[in-house]
């Protein structure tokens, strides 16, 4: 069986990289989606990384966490911060926890038999969390 591939910008390029998991449904609170939409950012985008396994700006334990949740059906979680500054990444941990920044949250599985079926993916805010 073929895998879906899906396609998002990220630094201002086309990736093109396979769905590592589904999720059935999607909430966005009003304050991400009042972010997302500050910074010009389609949600969907936002969606598609998380699900592409892109995790965003997370430490390396958090990357090997969610890589194993893919196999084990544990909760996933992305974090994607907003700033105008594009040498974000080169700041300290501290430095960059203090721009505007939102989670991607997928549920654990329910049936550990099949963790890619996953049933909500939450996006939020960090200070929602």
Same mark, same amino acid.
């Given at each position: ?12 390029? *086309? &990736? ?10 999607? #909430? +966005?609170? /009003?304050?991400? !989606? ?10 969907? *985008? &936002? ?10 700006? #997370? +430490?390396? /334990?958090?990357? !090997? ?23 974000? #990444? ?29 049933? #909500? ?9």
């Amino acid at each position: 069986m073929k895998p879906d591939f899906i396609k998002y910008k990220a630094c201002g390029k *086309e &990736v093109t990289r396979p769905v590592l998991f589904r999720s059935m449904q999607t #909430v +966005c609170t /009003k304050a991400a !989606a009042d972010l997302l939409k500050f910074s010009d950012v389609n949600p969907q *985008e &936002v969606l598609l990384m998380h699900q592409a396994g892109c995790w965003g700006d #997370v +430490c390396k /334990k958090d990357r !090997a966490m969610n890589n194993r949740g893919l196999i084990t059906g544990a909760m996933l979680m992305s974090t994607f911060r907003f700033s105008s500054d594009i040498l974000i #990444v080169k700041k300290s941990f501290a430095q960059r926890s203090q721009v505007p920044t939102l989670l991607v949250i997928t549920d654990a599985a329910m049936d550990s038999s099949k963790p890619l079926d996953r049933h #909500v993916t939450m996006i939020l805010c960090r200070e929602e969390y």
